[in-house]
Structures are given as structure tokens and as C-alpha cells.
């Protein structure tokens, strides 16, 4: 029995995680926060653009691209699996979608492992 989540993505995320690199780059990054407003969507960020913390954990990889979140929140979604959507509307203010006309969403599980 594990306690780890695991990340995956749809199709539709997958597609615009493919855009994101060709407009910016291989070089990025996703982070989760618990945060309110942007902080409760997925961001993805260039490396360099987001610091990646002590208090962060890698949870895995969705399109070649890291995918962390805050300790905080991994400690209270630990028996949560994560899916990763890309859906129409306005992506967080800091983050690579943003004007695309899409934006990335978080769908979750709760498992019992």
C-alpha cells in the first residue's frame, strides 16, 4: 500500500502543455499550490521563472513536465489522485496559458490505498 498521488493528464492538457513548449520552450514546470484564486489552479511556469522550495515535492511528470506542489497541500491531498484538464477560459494571471483561451483545471480522486 502507497501513499503516493499520482499526476496524470488529459488530452486535451496534453495538447496545450504541446503549445506551451513550442511557444516557450522543453524548459517547463507545473506547481500546485493550496492557495486561493490563481494559486488553486495548476500553473505552469518556464524553469527559472518559478523557484522550486524546500517546502515543495515533486508528485511526477504530465507531458514531460514536472508537476510539484507545496508539502502543506500534498500532506492533505496525499490520498488524492490528480488529473490534469485543459478546458476554455483565462489561465492564472502568472501562468503560460494565460491568453490562450484556455486554461489548465484539476480534477481529482480520492483513493483508498
Not at 34 to 40: E, R
Request: charged residues 25%; negative net charge.
Amino acid at each position: 500500500m502507497t501513499d503516493k498521488m499520482k499526476v496524470t493528464a488529459t488530452e486535451a492538457a496534453l495538447e496545450l502543455i504541446s503549445e506551451l513548449k513550442g511557444r516557450f520552450g522543453e524548459h517547463l514546470l507545473f506547481h500546485q499550490s493550496g492557495g486561493c484564486c490563481d494559486g488553486s489552479a495548476p500553473m505552469c511556469f518556464q524553469k527559472g521563472d518559478y523557484i522550486v522550495g524546500d517546502s515543495d515535492v515533486l508528485v511526477g511528470e504530465i507531458g514531460g513536465v514536472p508537476f510539484y506542489m507545496n508539502a502543506d497541500q500534498y500532506e492533505r491531498w496525499v490520498h488524492t489522485d490528480l488529473v490534469i484538464d485543459a478546458i476554455s477560459g483565462i489561465g492564472g494571471m502568472f501562468s503560460l496559458e494565460n491568453g490562450s483561451g484556455k486554461r489548465f483545471l484539476t480534477r481529482s480522486d480520492v483513493c483508498i490505498r
